[in-house]
Every structure is written in structure tokens, then in C-alpha cells.
């Protein structure tokens, strides 16, 4: 009996020994400026769940603003706002770079219904952005369903005078929905260009979302080279009537379909991007931008897309100032106009950045929600991009473990360069589409911890970036 207590009692030893060994060597060995980092990254993380300001601006920008389309008196609301709040965090300089955006107005609600075997049916429906109007009374037409922009193209003369319904819907298995997300887009951008050479009456697409529920999503679309008079009314369905629609064509396929659009599109307006300037100490020659865009669309309060992304990338700044934290590069906080519908605000920035030979060392954008933070994508060189991935140690105890190669933003991305590294953030995104340009895109849909910790995970690695990247040689474009 002796030898078997003795005998457990060593294994329970051995077992015991062997776990603080493998406890100690799964632990990440930082170096003494590692440890440093960590300790900083800490105090960023810290500032941002307790003393952070990033929920009360988005409730502020949302609630008071609302959606704010380009060329729409809420956009300009939300410069004024923007640069009244920027003067508040205490940067160096603020200004207001002027940008010419397009003007598309949506015009009273859209309607749209069908009838199917006796039963009238009413359908959820927005139109898309820079669609041309229904004629007053509306279109009516038998419909067409397809599941891509070439499927569409075969039918050639086949489509007109025909309402052409694109149906293809997001591909479930993928993980990452903004992969989804690219798999789908292209029929709600090209679909109308290809249909109205052909003669078809309209088109209709099923919502950008892997939700079936009945909320339409609007989104921008274009027309290409197609001459005017060939321009077609092109609107979005809710995803519960697009599977509704496609049910009943199988049984009934010459029913037809009625929408109604009131949206057009006036002269361009003035507008601005909003800039705020933190002065580097070091190399004050070398420019890194952070932001995401600030208008949005009208249908919502564009709370995720892109109010989360405005009040992180300002937040940075709030938390660099908060921590002492004086940047050796320039950082500049940019608040990028029309985003959504044009990109004219980033094309404006690099524009006048190149015209001025301003030499961007780097950038990271927030446009993909306010959501738990996962990670980031990196677009640079592989030098850069393999120590930013060294990074991972430092950035994985707060949850960013996906930290690789990929694309940073639409708004950032004209200031590439084969010395300048881009990042985007990356917040978990299972739920991103759920709201993404609908009337769903409310400030009571962002959770102010995970918008708090995204903002600490975008300071975080500015900190690191602005500490590490061209240390030693500053790089000139």
C-alpha cells in the first residue's frame, strides 16, 4: 500500500513539474524594449476602456447628424462637427481640404410589389446609388433571374423590355464575409450597365448580406460608358424577397414585377476633408496617416460604416495625447469625404500630397466596422510586412491574432508606394453585413468595448509603426 501512495505521489509530482515547464516555455520571452512595448501597448488599452471617448463622439455624430451622403447638408454638419471636436483633442493644426463630391439625392421612399397566384405581395426595396428614376407612375415588367453578370450577358436582346433580377447571394462557407462580400458586388455595380445595352426595363438585386431578413441594401452602382439614354433604374431587395421572388418565378414565371424610384443626381457640391496634424519630433518630414471616411449613407446612421472608424482613428490621437505619447513621425488624423460614393475626398488627398511632395511613410484605415478587434491586413513590402508580423507577440494578448498580408482601405490605398506600408484594421465581421448600408446602421448597434478596444488596437499599432518603421533611415518617395 506504502510503494502504491508513494508511487502516486511521485506522478503527481512529475505531472506537477511538467506543467510549470510547459507553462513557462509556452510563454512568450520578450526582449527588455519588448517589454517596454508591452508595458506601453498596456497604458493604451488601459486609457481607451476607462477614460475613453471614441462611444460619446459616435453617439454625438450619429444621433445628432445622422446619415450624412455627399454633397447633403448632414455631410457638411459633420465637417463642422468634425473640426470643432479635433480642436477639443488639441492637435498642432487642423484644416479643411477642399473636395468637389457627387450629389445623388434618393427622392421620396421606392415602393415595389408583385402579385403571385392572387396574393399581392410588397416588396422591400431602396434604390442604389447614382440610379437614375422610374419614369412617375413606375416600371412594370415580367422578370428575368440570373445569377451573374454573364449569365445576363448570354441572354443578350432576350432581356428587353424585361425587369433583370440578380440573384446570386453570398457563399456561406467562406469565414471572412468580406470575402463574401467581393464574391457578390460585382452585380450590383456592373448589373445595369449590362442590361440597359441589351434594352431590358430595370434591374433589381438581391441586398449584399449573408442575413436573410427584410432589409434592403443600398450601395453605389455605375453606369460604365453606357450613353445616357440607355440608363436604367437599378434598386436593391431585401433578401427575404429575393428568396420570396425566385420561389414564386418557378411557379408562376411570367408574373410581373412593379417598382417605383424618385432618386437623382444633381451638379456636384463642395465639400472637405477634415484633417488634423499631431507634429512629429523626430522626422516631422514623414507623414503617417490614420482615418476612415465621413460621410455615409442616408438610409441609417452610418454608425459601423463609417461613424466607428471616424471616432477610432480620432481616438488615437486622444490616447497618444493621454499617455504622453508625442510621435516621432507626423500623424495626421484624416477624415476622408465621399468614401461611398466616389472615393473623391482619397483621390483629392493624394492628389494634393504628391502635388505638395509630401512623403507618407505609412497609413491605417478603419472601415470595416466596430466590432470585436481580430487583427490587421498589411500592404507593403515584405520587409515590412514580416515585422509587422513580428508584432504579433506583442498585439496577441488583446485578441489580434490575424496579423497578414492583405489590403488596408479605399481611402488610403492611393497613397501606395513601394516604401509605404498601409494597414487595414480588422474587426470581426460575421455581423458587419447584417447592417452594412441599411436603416439597421444605428448607434445602438456598436457595443462600446469592442469600439473602445479598437480604437486601443489602432493606437497600439501606430505606436509600434511610428517606433519601428524606417528607424534608422528615413525612406523618401
Not at 126 to 133: I, N, P
Not at 238 to 256: G, I, R, V, W, Y
Not at 338 to 345: I, M, P, S, V, Y
Not at 370 to 379: A, K, L, Q
Request: proline share 3%.
Amino acid at each position: 500500500m506504502k510503494k502504491i501512495i508513494f508511487s502516486l505521489t511521485l506522478s503527481i509530482f512529475l505531472f506537477s513539474c511538467n506543467k510549470k515547464t510547459l507553462n513557462k516555455s509556452s510563454e512568450t520571452i520578450l526582449s527588455k524594449e519588448e517589454k517596454n512595448d508591452s508595458t506601453k501597448i498596456k497604458s493604451l488599452f488601459n486609457s481607451a476602456l476607462t477614460e475613453g471617448k471614441s462611444y460619446e463622439w459616435l453617439r454625438d455624430l450619429t444621433q445628432n447628424i445622422g446619415g450624412r451622403l455627399s454633397g447633403s447638408k448632414e455631410a457638411q454638419m459633420a465637417v463642422e462637427w468634425s473640426e470643432q471636436l479635433m480642436k477639443e483633442v488639441g492637435f498642432d493644426s487642423i484644416w479643411l481640404q477642399p473636395v468637389m463630391v457627387p450629389h445623388w439625392v434618393r427622392g421620396h421612399k421606392e415602393v415595389a410589389n408583385y402579385t403571385s397566384n392572387g396574393v399581392k405581395k410588397k416588396v422591400a426595396i431602396c434604390a442604389l446609388g447614382f440610379s437614375v428614376a422610374t419614369p412617375k407612375e413606375g416600371i412594370s415588367a415580367e422578370v428575368i433571374e440570373v445569377k451573374s453578370l454573364e449569365e445576363a450577358s448570354a441572354l443578350g436582346t432576350k432581356m428587353k423590355g424585361k425587369i433583370v433580377f440578380f440573384n446570386r447571394a453570398f457563399d456561406n462557407t467562406l469565414i471572412h464575409t468580406f470575402k463574401a462580400y467581393g464574391g457578390c458586388v460585382d452585380q450590383r455595380v456592373r448589373g445595369a450597365a449590362i442590361c440597359g445595352e441589351f434594352g431590358a426595363k430595370g434591374v433589381i438585386v438581391r441586398s449584399m448580406t449573408n442575413a436573410i431578413d427584410d432589409f434592403p441594401h443600398t450601395g453605389t452602382m455605375s453606369y460604365g460608358d453606357l450613353p445616357n439614354e440607355k440608363h436604367i433604374p437599378a434598386a436593391a431587395i431585401s433578401t427575404l424577397a429575393a428568396e420570396s421572388l425566385s420561389k414564386d418565378l418557378k411557379n408562376n414565371p411570367n408574373l410581373t414585377f412593379y417598382f417605383k424610384q424618385q432618386c437623382q443626381t444633381l451638379p456636384d457640391a463642395p465639400s472637405f476633408n477634415v484633417i488634423g496634424e499631431i507634429k512629429g519630433s523626430e522626422t516631422p518630414e514623414n507623414i503617417f496617416v490614420v482615418g476612415g471616411h465621413l460621410d455615409s449613407w442616408d438610409l441609417g446612421e452610418g454608425a459601423h460604416d463609417d461613424g466607428t472608424g471616424i471616432v477610432q482613428s480620432l481616438e488615437v490621437a486622444y490616447l497618444f495625447r493621454k499617455n504622453n505619447i508625442q510621435p516621432k513621425n507626423t500623424l495626421r488624423v484624416v477624415f476622408f469625404m465621399n468614401e461611398e460614393n466616389g472615393t473623391r475626398g482619397a483621390k483629392k488627398y493624394a492628389e494634393l500630397a504628391t502635388l505638395n511632395k509630401e512623403n507618407h511613410i505609412g497609413g491605417l484605415e478603419s472601415d470595416a466596422g466596430g466590432h470585436t478587434p481580430r487583427g490587421f491586413s498589411i500592404d507593403a513590402n515584405s520587409e515590412n510586412t514580416a515585422l509587422l508580423i513580428t508584432w504579433k507577440k506583442l498585439l496577441a494578448p488583446y485578441g489580434l491574432h490575424d496579423i497578414e498580408k492583405g489590403g488596408s482601405g479605399a481611402d488610403i490605398s492611393p497613397l501606395k508606394g513601394e516604401d509605404v506600408t498601409l494597414v487595414g484594421y480588422r474587426p470581426d465581421s460575421q455581423r458587419y453585413f447584417d447592417y452594412h448600408h441599411t436603416s439597421r446602421d444605428t448607434f445602438d448597434k456598436v457595443n462600446k468595448r469592442e469600439l473602445e478596444l479598437g480604437s486601443a488596437s489602432m493606437a497600439s499599432i501606430v505606436y509600434l509603426m511610428d517606433k519601428y518603421l524606417y528607424k534608422d533611415t528615413p525612406v523618401k518617395l
